[in-house]
Nanobody, 117 residues
């Protein structure tokens, strides 16, 4: 059973930065697609950014140029560097590890990010 655990959320002022981390329980980053999702109150969960096992990266239009996803396979950890944060980035951010064409699909418990002055 794979486990993923997020950390790094918090309260930040508009224009500020945060870095989220997602630690995986095993050496899975090179074979799983890793993604960051977020869910704001009253809204559906949405993809923020993902990085495939082969390294292909995808971003939501709303975060392009501000957020950067990365991974460190040796540390079994994925990151989301978030810069120029806006109030609309406020949400619970979730880490996901999944494999295409597989039932292997694991989510973390989420970490709260609040952007407010």
């Amino acid at each position: 059973q794979v486990q993923v655990v997020e950390s790094g959320g918090g309260l930040v002022q508009p224009g500020g930065s945060l870095r989220l981390s997602c630690a995986a329980s095993g050496s899975i980053l090179s074979i799983y697609t890793m993604g960051w999702y977020r869910q704001a109150p009253g809204k559906q969960r949405e993809l923020v950014a993902s990085i495939a096992s082969g390294g292909r990266i995808n971003y939501a239009d709303s975060v392009k140029g501000r957020f950067t996803i990365s991974r460190d396979n040796a540390k079994n950890t994925m990151y989301l560097q978030m810069n120029s944060l806006k109030p609309e980035d406020t949400a619970v951010y979730f880490c996901r590890a999944s494999r295409p064409f597989s039932t292997n699909d694991y989510w973390g418990q989420g970490t709260q990010v609040t952007v407010s002055s």
